[in-house]
């Protein structure tokens, strides 16, 4: 019995590398099955990403019939506390507490902001939108009430992701860390897929009170999830007891983090092609309903091929950099990828082809996921050994602020075209646009390429 269930494992062992990308940054101190468990407030994370630009949007646009401009600067109100990402990941870093705890306390209080935004969401939109007896409330009681949603459901993932990744960087040895954040977002677009795919099937049927069931047991979802996931997982230290000394504050960290080399231009590298990747999350899928004619249960389920698009991508750009591939130099690959499949979306519309729709979806994924991979292994490879978590928060915070701006950008030029033309010109310049910030972000990149190294040739 016991020589079976040696050979189980050795064979679990050996085939999970292949199948999972960084699944190797297990170590006897860190077992996968701990690692993967940890890698639960991921899932949370890409299931509030779905609802909010995968699902709710499109609610929004097509069904309740709330203005994309509006929609657009909903969605990107979770965004705003992007920014502090690396605030967020010091203070975790420094957290004083009698419990002795660092990140789990931040952990925590994240949850308990997406569980009460998305509590208190599915009854802020329908007053948002007047539907039914929430017609006679005023039009402030809407907005106020979906802004603060938002907002919370943000300032949750913001936190519970940055101290999450921090708290897997502190349990995983040095030469694993990479590998070990890599994991966490290939399981953050695990999550995304499944939750993608739960969702359409839940909303097959849409109405007012099915949308209030599907996001309320979202909300009890993420907690079960986070507190699965923080079960056990960190040490308490009496170091961290109150009244023991920080090594520095914020600023001075944040002054010698910058003091490092292109650190402007890495950072603007990640922000342009991040805007490129997501100026469209909040409009693939009313283009897909407008359009194309496609229900709510389809291109919410599109999501799922965004998101295996971008896990494929994850796991490429995962076997090709462990060769000894320069990162930035796939996170061009990227942005390459990320040209025609726009384009492909541009296309799918005058031919009426929802599998042309679902290449440029998947292009997307793909481009994206690369993009990602390639620009955060660049980072956390430049970063100081002491300043890991710190490096790790600016690429997040950089990351999601520009995910906002374009979010919001995308809206408000679609609305803008679309008024003093059509529809399909609407989104038409959105994709255009993306498509001249990928040439934008290979131009920030090129001067971040390392050449490769060619042997001398024999004599």
């Given amino acids: 019995m016991n020589k079976t ?40 994370v890409g299931m ?4 909010l630009v ?42 004083r507490s009698q419990l002795g705890w660092r990140r789990v306390p931040y952990i925590w209080m994240g949850s308990l902001l997406q569980f ?38 943000g300032l949750g993932m913001h936190t519970v992701q940055t101290a999450g990744l921090a708290l897997a960087t502190d349990l995983a040895p040095v030469e694993s860390q990479p590998k070990v954040v890599g994991l966490m977002y290939v399981m953050q677009l695990v999550g995304m897929m499944g939750s993608a795919l739960m969702l359409g099937h839940l909303l097959q049927d849409y109405s007012h009170g099915q949308l209030i069931r599907v996001v309320q047991a979202v909300a009890v979802m993420t907690l079960v999830l986070n507190v699965i996931a923080l079960w056990k997982q960190e ?21 010698s983090f910058c003091q490092g080399p292109h650190t402007l231009r ?16 909040v409009l693939l899928e009313p283009y897909g309903g407008e359009m194309l004619n496609l229900s709510v249960s389809t291109t919410t389920m599109l999501t799922a091929t965004l998101a295996l698009g971008g896990l494929m991508g994850f796991a490429w750009a995962s076997r090709v950099l462990s060769k000894g591939q320069d990162a930035y130099r796939m996170a061009s690959w990227g942005a390459w990828v990320g040209v025609p499949a726009f384009a492909a979306l541009i296309a799918a519309a005058p031919v009426s082809s929802p599998w042309v729709f679902a290449f440029g979806i998947f292009g997307v994924g793909l481009g994206g996921g690369i993009f990602a991979h390639g620009t955060l292994t660049a980072t956390m490879q430049l970063a100081p050994a002491h300043q890991i978590g710190l490096a790790m928060g600016a690429w997040g915070a950089v990351q999601a602020t520009a995910a906002g701006l374009g979010m919001a950008l995308g809206g408000v030029v679609r609305d803008g075209v679309a008024l ?6 609407g989104y038409s310049a959105v994709y255009l646009l993306e498509i001249a910030l990928l040439v934008l ?10 050449e490769p190294v060619c042997a001398p040739a024999p004599l």
Avoid at 72 to 85: D, G, K, T
Wanted: hydrophobic share 55%; net charge positive.
């Fill in 5 to 44: 269930h040696t050979s189980w494992a050795k064979s679990l062992t050996s085939l999970a590398p292949r199948f999972l990308p960084f699944a190797d940054a297990a170590s006897d101190d860190l077992p996968l099955s701990r690692l993967l468990r940890l890698s639960l407030f991921q899932i949370s």
């Fill in 48 to 51: 509030a990403m779905v609802m």
């Fill in 54 to 95: 995968g699902t709710l949007n499109r609610v929004m646009i097509v069904e309740l019939k709330v203005p994309a401009t509006l929609v657009s600067l909903m969605v990107a109100l979770p965004l705003l506390i992007a920014p502090f990402r690396a605030l967020i990941g010091f203070r975790s870093d420094n957290h």
């Fill in 116 to 153: 009460g935004g998305f509590s208190i969401m599915p009854f802020a939109l329908l007053v948002l939108s007047g539907a039914g007896q929430s017609s006679q409330a005023p039009a402030w009681v809407g907005l106020l009430g979906a802004a603060g949603a938002f907002v919370l459901v």
């Fill in 235 to 255: 040490a308490r230290s009496r170091l961290r007891k109150p009244g023991t000394p920080q090594e520095q504050n914020f600023q001075q960290a944040w002054q």
């Fill in 266 to 281: 890495r950072l603007l590298a990640v922000g342009l092609g991040t805007m490129a990747f997501t100026m469209e999350d």
């Fill in 420 to 425: 003093v033309s059509s529809s399909f010109m």
């Fill in 441 to 450: 972000t290979l131009w920030a990149m090129k001067p971040l390429i390392q």
